[in-house]
């Protein structure tokens, strides 16, 4: 069975840092790109960073870049987002997914880690 | 950015009845669009890929169609169990993006 499990989110004030975790199981993890998507309340999804396999190859949304930075350790079937500067709209679900832009669709996604920006 | 639109907001329907979801393109995306459905606390679930195929384990009852920049997700006997979010996703361009979300209600 394919599994996506994520962990880390929480409350965090503005200007701040949270590092979340996504542990898959299920699949070839190696092989395989792993995006980060999040959906703010009552908004649509927006995906935000995408990892390749190997790991040397990342990709960030404009909303992000310079501030998050996306990771995977092949060895512990485990993809990071280490989100620092954090603002207020960055208040969302954060999903991660197997697949990346332009390439694949989005699947399977996990369940989701709340990250709250907020004083 | 290619913006999708979806309508409309929210479907309030029975048990038994037919659902069509719209999905609208500012510019067009060919094939290259998904339906997502997704239940609160759950991981969202990939229903429909390139328009019209449905992904693995997904009932008949769920059908998609269109291309270019207008796309419908149908469900031909709504059960219990389909009343969610949906949302469309383009991969067209970089980055993709996705549509706001139809809610799918009792009514």
């Known amino acids: 069975e394919v599994q996506l499990l994520e962990s880390g989110g929480g409350l965090v004030q503005p200007g701040g840092s949270l590092r979340l975790s996504c542990v898959v199981s299920g699949f070839t993890f190696s092989r395989q790109a792993m995006s980060w998507v999040r959906q703010a309340p009552g908004k649509g999804p927006e995906w935000v960073s995408v990892v390749g396999g190997s790991g040397t190859i990342t990709h960030y949304a404009d909303s992000v870049k310079g501030r998050f930075t996306i990771s995977r350790d092949n060895s512990k079937n485990t993809v990071y987002l280490q989100m620092n500067s954090l603002r207020a709209e960055d208040t969302a679900v954060y999903h991660c997914a197997k697949g990346e832009p332009l390439h694949s669709w989005f699947d399977p996604w996990g369940q989701g880690t709340l990250v709250t920006v907020s004083s | 950015e290619i913006v999708l639109t979806q309508s409309p907001a929210t479907l309030s329907l029975s048990p038994g009845e037919r659902a069509t979801l719209s999905c609208r393109a500012s510019q067009s995306v060919s094939s290259y669009l998904a339906w997502y459905q997704h239940k609160p606390g759950q991981a969202p679930r990939l229903l429909i890929f390139?328009?019209?195929n449905r992904a693995t384990g997904i009932p008949a009852r769920f059908s998609g169609s269109g291309s270019g920049t207008d796309f419908t997700l149908t469900i031909t006997s709504l059960e219990p169990e389909d009343f969610a979010v949906y949302y469309c996703q383009h991969r067209s361009n970089w980055p993709g993006t996705f549509g706001q979300g139809t809610k799918l209600e009792i009514k």
């Open positions: 390139d328009a019209s």
